[in-house]
């Protein structure tokens, strides 16, 4: 795939994944076109040689793998990633009215930068779930699309100091205005509306007809401007969410396209902002459980697990022309550059010297730059499913991403050639027979 094709796909993708939920969606449908068998965690599965199979956990979670020969001789080649990104996210009761304005109540989630997200243009996506006309549970995935929320800022005139840092009070100053709405209206009276009720209305818009009550939701607030490519020359790619669905995206397409002559798989976690502590996250059970179900013995788990390897893929931190005293000047990755080999002593991340190297050696012989990030020995280093993984599975890991400006922001960057970059380096990763 060209350069150019592959970025049009990743801007396709993004614009397509406003959540977890969504970006699930988008790669279950992605592999399931390419021949890949779902399988569901409650059946058994009799999994064939050659076979290609994918599995969802919360609808938020992924697993896709291969298998052209037994896993044992071989074991397998893994990358993993995970599906979420900082934002907003909609409480369960989020109604607030006062002023004349409806308006919602909203959680932060994970470590995001909140002052981009004043004067965006926001719309509303998610999962439902509701109870059918029939009377069980059912579930749906929502988006609005549309913009139909925005949180205002204050006027410079009320506060004359906004320019010298203002702190932001998540409860107070982050609810989303939706519309004009009294509060002495009634409840169901005639133009009064809540949230439930907006839900109620876009499922039906969405042609799900069976709706008798809404039960719960999980929600999420994201902005509407679409994922592009800009620069003078269209240098870089501008979006949400690119921490972490570039990986997501870059991990999918190597497995679509990889040789299948060993045995490969791909896993996107939920959860990794907020600590991976789920059922669906890394910390949970998702992959153990599924290579445990392929290896069908415990010995023959750990046989494989000793000949494989893990890539955890997850954007690293480019150099920004503006804050350069940041970084490691040693240590401070380029965007267009490479793909970046993530390195930390404290086992932030899991890289070591024998996974680096398979890693710069596959690079070499894709004629792919290559970059390594460590971070200033006075500052935090943040971290990755990848330790998390590394220790659950024993399992050799290594922590890689692509370079990227504004992480955690509402709209972060990458520089165009990176994704393909990446791509490229991790085919041939996926085609090693063998890693010693």
């Known amino acids: 795939m060209t350069e150019f094709d592959f970025n049009q796909q990743l801007l396709d993708f993004l614009n397509q994944s406003p959540t977890p939920f969504h970006a699930t969606q988008t790669m279950l449908t ?15 599965w009799s999994l064939q040689p050659g076979g290609r199979y994918v599995v969802t956990r919360n609808g938020s ?4 793998f291969t298998l052209p020969c037994d896993p044992l001789k071989t074991g397998f080649r893994m990358l993993g990633a995970h599906t979420d990104s900082p934002c907003l996210k909609v409480k369960s ?3 607030l009215i006062g002023q004349g304005y409806l308006r919602l109540g909203v959680e932060v989630y994970g470590g995001a930068i909140l002052s981009t997200w004043f004067d965006r243009d926001l719309s509303i996506a998610g999962r439902v779930s509701y109870q059918s006309s029939k009377g069980g549970v059912a579930h749906a995935l929502i988006n609005f699309e549309h913009a139909v929320g925005i949180i205002p800022n204050l006027a410079i005139h009320l506060n004359r100091e906004v320019n010298k840092g203002v702190e932001i009070n998540a409860q107070t100053n982050l609810p989303v205005l939706l519309m004009q709405q009294s509060e002495e209206s009634n409840q169901g009276q005639a133009g009064q509306q809540d949230f439930n009720q907006l839900l109620l209305e876009q499922l039906r ?16 607030l994201y902005d509407t401007q679409s994922a592009s490519l800009l620069g003078v020359k269209g240098d870089f790619i501008a979006s949400a969410r690119l921490d ?32 991976s502590m789920s059922a669906s996250g890394a910390q949970g059970p998702f992959l153990q459980s599924v290579l445990k179900r392929i290896a069908d013995s415990e010995e023959r788990y750990q046989q494989m697990l000793a000949a494989s390897m893990m890539i955890s893929c997850d954007n690293a931190h480019g150099i920004h022309p503006n804050y350069a ?10 965007l267009n550059a490479g793909p970046v080999i993530k390195l930390n002593a404290n086992q932030r991340y899991a890289t070591n010297s024998e996974t680096s190297a398979w890693f710069r050696l596959v690079c070499q012989q894709m004629d792919v ?13 943040g971290s990755t499913i990848g330790p998390l993984t590394a ?32 791509y490229r380096a991790l085919q041939q990763f996926l085609a090693l027979k063998n890693i010693g």
């Open 30 to 44: 992605a592999f399931t076109a390419q021949g890949y068998q779902q399988l569901n965690e409650r059946d058994a």
């Open 61 to 64: 979670s992924i697993i896709a």
């Open 93 to 95: 009761q989020p109604d």
């Open 205 to 220: 818009k969405q042609g799900i007809e069976d709706v008798a009550l809404i039960l719960e939701h999980e929600c999420f």
């Open 244 to 275: 972490n669905l570039l990986s997501c995206y870059i991990a999918m397409q190597s497995l679509l396209s990889a040789p299948e002559n060993v045995p490969s798989l791909l896993v996107c976690n939920d959860h990794e902002e907020v600590g």
């Open 325 to 334: 005293s940041y970084h490691d000047n040693n240590h401070a990755p380029l």
């Open 369 to 381: 730059p290559v970059q390594s990030f460590i971070m200033r020995s006075d500052l935090a280093c």
């Open 391 to 422: 220790a659950e599975l024993g399992v050799r890991t290594l922590d890689i991403g692509v370079p990227q400006f504004a992480m955690h922001s509402i709209r972060e960057m990458a520089g165009s050639k990176d994704a393909h970059y990446l």
